[in-house]
């Protein structure tokens, strides 16, 4: 362990994107459950460096000397849940949960980063409002797949029209996740307004989601690992008040 964060900027379920020399924390839930706009970021280079060389798996080694940080410019919107990626000088948080309307229908919104300015910006809006969604850079494009989103259908209600009240703790009911099947790409054209396009197409019968993506180059495919599902999969039937986690292994090649 290098060290630690001070409670007071710790979060759960944050975006994650990095460039050469820093890794950013942006959104998140805190200890409340509130969604969060706070971004932070760690100096990776300096924290090595002041924690000489890494631990090793014996437990032995460097380490433990403190994280290198500094909170840098807030996202506009708070967002929980967020996915993140980085393309050039550019971070990339997409869509993600509020609290204000109790975690319930997902941002559509996308924001963008300029580290030199240490501002963020709109971008162009999701196709699809997500929450949860594995992203991945490939073939010079940013590609979206899946996620999870709430409040839709007669078996999850519609979103509460009335704010989540923080100061009296008054929680809305917990809505069940539904998994959003579609998969959309972005070219970011180094920063400038890109384009979504809808890939057509969905995930597999299971509706799986909170997967892991990684891109394969050389074979031309990204690798999905993971995740979890209400559906009925691998023998066991789909259920309301449980998730069945996922074990295979699914691939996805862009024609």
Wanted: glycine letters at 12%.
């Amino acid at each position: 362990t290098l060290g630690t964060l001070p409670p007071d900027i710790a979060v759960s379920d944050a975006a994650r994107f990095v460039d050469e020399e820093n890794l950013y924390i942006a959104g998140g839930y805190n200890e409340l459950y509130v969604a969060q706009r706070t971004v932070i970021r760690i100096d990776t280079a300096a924290t090595l460096k002041k924690n000489g060389s890494l631990c090793r798996l014996d437990g032995t080694g460097g380490g433990g000397q403190g994280v290198v940080w500094e909170r840098v410019a807030d996202m506009n919107t708070e967002r929980a849940m967020p996915s993140g990626l980085a393309y050039g000088q550019f971070g990339y948080v997409l869509g993600g949960y509020t609290h204000v309307d109790g975690h319930c229908q997902p941002h559509q919104t996308v924001e963008i980063y300029n580290a030199n300015s240490n501002v963020w910006r709109y971008g162009k809006p999701l196709t699809n409002a997500r929450a949860g969604a594995a992203v991945a850079k490939y073939k010079g494009r940013f590609f979206v797949i899946g996620g999870e989103r709430r409040g839709v259908g007669s078996a999850w209600g519609t979103c509460p029209t009335d704010p989540f009240d923080i100061l009296t703790d008054r929680r809305h009911p917990r809505r069940k996740s539904e998994p959003v099947d579609s998969v959309e790409a972005y070219d970011p054209l180094d920063g400038m307004e890109g384009e979504w396009n809808k890939i057509y197409g969905s995930l597999p019968y299971d509706q799986r989601y909170r997967f892991a993506l990684a891109p394969w180059p050389a074979k031309e495919q990204i690798y999905s690992f993971g995740g979890v599902t209400n559906r009925d999969y691998d023998g066991m039937s789909p259920c309301d008040d449980c998730l069945h986690v996922i074990h295979d292994i699914m691939t996805y090649k862009d024609n």
